[in-house]
């Protein structure tokens, strides 16, 4: 099996949702959880039953990985200067990758904590460093809204697709047939 982006972060947000029993996970929501933000979209984002928000960003290549140190948010968490509600931060890699990015974090990344995974579901995930305290806020209810509030859109765009992937394989197959 081919380890892809949408299948570590499908096996890390059920590692959140079932493992952890986090009670709410959503994909590709913004991380500022704010009307306006820097545009950056967390990947993966988990609130514990304290209201407390973890944040997953996938990576499927050290390069990819290293690219990032340039983002505000980064620089942000390095710095202690954050601007985002993000308790715990973590970033999620295949298993091949995971003891390689646990040195590029001592060195970029000292505040992030590293998943291995492989894309094979909710058992699947192995922590290789814990992530460091960012912030001991808890988010507010007008955050979770905002969060919600954003995965539905992306539940709404992700049964668009499904319904146009099957209407394509109907059309192949009345061609075949």
């Not at 892809?4 to 994909?27: C, E, G, M, N």
């Not at 390069?63 to 973590?90: E, G, M």
């Not at 298993?95 to 579901?121: R, S």
Request: proline fraction near 3%; include cysteine; charge should be positive.
């Amino acid at each position: 099996m081919r380890i892809t982006s949408d299948s570590i972060k499908a096996s890390v947000a059920a590692h959140y949702r079932y493992q952890r029993q986090f009670p709410l996970v959503a994909l590709e929501a913004n991380s500022r959880l704010e009307a306006f933000n820097d545009g950056g979209q967390a990947d993966v984002l988990a609130v514990d039953k304290n209201r407390m928000l973890t944040e997953v960003e996938i990576k499927l290549s050290l390069a990819d990985l290293k690219r990032d140190r340039h983002k505000l948010k980064h620089r942000s968490y390095r710095d202690n200067l954050v601007k985002y509600p993000t308790h715990l931060f973590y970033f999620a890699v295949p298993i091949a990758l995971a003891n390689k990015v646990k040195l590029i974090c001592d060195q970029l990344y000292p505040y992030a904590g590293v998943l291995g995974c492989n894309g094979q579901g909710q058992f699947d995930v192995t922590v290789y460093r814990e992530g460091r305290c960012l912030s001991s806020h808890r988010l507010t209810f007008p955050q979770i809204l905002r969060m919600v509030r954003e995965q539905s859109a992306t539940l709404c765009r992700l049964a668009e697709a499904v319904a146009e992937f099957k209407i394509k394989q109907w059309v192949n197959s009345v061609k075949e047939g």
